[in-house]
């Protein structure tokens, strides 16, 4: 329901920023009030690569926030955690959160191979068991 | 009768047989096993043994291992911050653990740089070495059943072979570097440092620090990624991007004569890299200095860049002579 609803939604939001960008990208940039090019902004390829990875962005950030919501992060603090990543790693976050490795080390899983990890821990392919060592 | 004996004698040697194969498996097993081949201390310019004590161990709750991890190497870099504070910035309750991306994200919102460093051991044992403790993730068990995990390296023993980590429940736990090893390559030697502005890692390339400072700067300010700036020309002075960024913070900072030595500086390591005679020909026009603005905003026109339009406008913008 929700994908459904997301499939009709984004490219009407996409169609809202194009939109909305369009006076910005006609209007000749004044030197003084457009100020310099961003660090980020340059380090991006190229200009029309860099407009659309901006609308990307976008959809990107509220999509991992969608994700994070539905993974139990309060809502109070998704925001502010969405924030602190880079455009890289909101991509990298959208496209694939479930296959990314989770620190946590839960290992009240993994007694039915109890043997085999005992003994790949006693030859130091692994360090599941504490008393191994 | 004598097939029998033939049948018997055989099924006698069977066993030594399976023995031997049990044998050669394991060391076939523990050949992956072996650990990494280092230079010595000496070639490395490291010390035989180091443990960083000022690193506080805060031990982790439930599947904690992250916000615990980052609260250790804060806390070393003079930031108080405790666990509890970060368990709801960093920790995904479904998942029951902290992926990467967060934990680099974490560190940018306590004005640490996260650095992500070059994966291999000689690069870990640097690192410690500089007094910079470094978040790894490991996965403790196979590939199959992957137990990943974080853990902070504050020491190890060049004599012994092993690494000192803070990790899990223990503190200064030592692990062989055979064993770490095989447990950390699983998450391709994923090593973290979290460094105040103005601090660089030693084993690091240029390009990732870079856009290491670059995301810094983008969550937090430009003048609060100022040093980092200054620091990354100071250790690679050919790199005209670093120039460049450094510019942009300096002008942010309110200091455009700075800015404009810095952009000058990136035109003089690259002198077709249109964006800073861009910026070199806009600051020159805020500090008043149209002729000198000319100039630049005319080399920035005439190279080749998807800056070129802008570079026209401008030039367009400014009073005529």
Not at chain 1, 60 to 87: C, E, H
Request: glycine share 6%; net charge negative.
């Amino acid at each position: 329901m929700m994908k459904k609803l997301a499939r009709v939604l984004s490219p009407l939001l996409i169609a809202c920023l194009v939109l909305g960008s369009l006076p910005v990208a006609a209007a000749p940039a004044s030197p003084t009030e457009g100020g310099l090019v961003s660090t980020q902004d340059a380090l991006s390829a190229d200009q029309v690569q860099a407009d659309r990875e901006r609308i990307d962005d976008v959809l990107s950030r509220q999509d991992v926030q969608d994700q994070l919501l539905a993974q139990g992060v309060d809502p109070a603090d998704v925001r502010d955690r969405v924030d602190a990543l880079s455009d890289q790693e909101v991509h990298d976050m959208a496209d694939r959160l479930d296959d990314m490795p989770a620190g946590a080390s839960v290992v009240g899983a993994l007694f039915a191979v109890f043997v085999i990890l005992l003994v790949t821990d006693i030859l130091g392919l692994t360090d599941v068991f504490p008393f191994t060592r | 009768m004598r097939i029998m004996q033939r049948v018997q004698r055989f099924s006698v040697n069977a066993r030594p047989a399976g023995v031997l194969l049990l044998v050669v498996t394991l060391l076939f097993l523990s050949g992956c096993a072996g650990s990494p081949t280092l230079k010595s201390p000496d070639r490395l310019g490291i010390p035989e043994k180091v443990t960083l004590d000022d690193v506080p161990f805060h031990g982790q709750r439930d599947y904690q291992c992250g916000p615990a991890s980052l609260a250790m190497v804060l806390n070393a870099s003079g930031i108080d911050a405790d666990v509890d504070t970060l368990i709801p910035q960093v920790f995904l309750p479904e998942r029951e653990g902290s992926v990467q991306p967060e934990m680099l994200a974490t560190l940018r919102r306590y004005e640490r740089v996260p650095f992500v460093i070059d994966s291999n051991f000689e690069a870990l044992l640097r690192e410690i070495a500089n007094d910079h403790p470094v978040i790894v993730m490991q996965n403790l068990s196979l590939p199959a059943w992957p137990v990943w995990h974080y853990a902070v390296a504050i020491g190890y023993d060049m004599d012994a072979r092993e690494l000192i980590l803070h990790s899990g429940m223990e503190a200064k736990t030592r692990t062989s570097f055979g064993t770490f090893d095989n447990t950390w390559a699983r998450s391709e030697r994923w090593a973290v440092v979290a460094l105040p502005p103005g601090e660089l890692p030693d084993s690091i390339s240029r390009h990732r620090a870079m856009s290491a400072i670059a995301d810094f700067e983008r969550v937090n300010d430009p003048q609060t990624a100022l040093p980092s700036w200054r620091a990354l020309t100071e250790r690679w002075p050919s790199m005209a991007m670093g120039w460049f960024a450094l510019g942009n913070a300096e002008y942010a900072a309110g200091d455009p004569e700075a800015a404009a030595n810095a952009f000058r500086e990136a035109t003089e390591q690259d002198a077709s890299l249109a964006v800073a005679w861009l910026n070199l020909g806009l600051t020159l026009e805020d500090m008043g200095d149209n002729d000198a603005a000319r100039e630049a905003l005319n080399q920035s026109a005439t190279l080749p860049s998807e800056w070129q339009a802008q570079a026209q406008r401008a030039l367009e913008g400014l009073p005529s002579e």
